[in-house]
């Protein structure tokens, strides 16, 4: 049964055939990736919401993963995406990747926006902020 809220993104990803093991399952660090992409797929419509000419670098500082079941080669899978923390320079990313009903990956990541040029981490931007706010709980 899912944990997220009923506002989080829901993002679908492709699955590819050189995702999977000999088994038919696909391999963790595919998954990994899978998860990836689902969140930047989110900031990326988050920030089509707004009127926002800025860049928004940032790295990831750390990722907790439950691998609960595993997901097989064939449709599609989803992943609902939600924020359950925001700070000053970063915020927790929550995901959830489902297949036929059931949830087969949970993560969190925590995301910091980085000054690549001063190499160090930067205050989110109000902007950012607000539309982060819209998934999180």
Known sequence: MSNAPQHAQEIS??????????????NNAK???????????SLDALLAQIDWSGSVDAVLRKVETDFLRPV???DAVKVLVWVSKIGNTSYTVQH???QDGQV????EAVVVLFDAENQAPQPIPNE???VLETVAV
Do not use: F, N, P
């Open 13 to 26: 990803i492709e699955l590819r055939w050189s995702d999977q093991d000999l088994m038919g399952i696909l």
């Open 31 to 41: 998954l990994m990736t899978l998860v990836e992409e689902a969140r930047v797929r």
């Open 72 to 74: 097989h080669y064939k």
């Open 96 to 98: 959830e990747l489902i």
């Open 104 to 107: 087969c990956m949970a993560v």
């Open 128 to 130: 950012v902020r607000a």
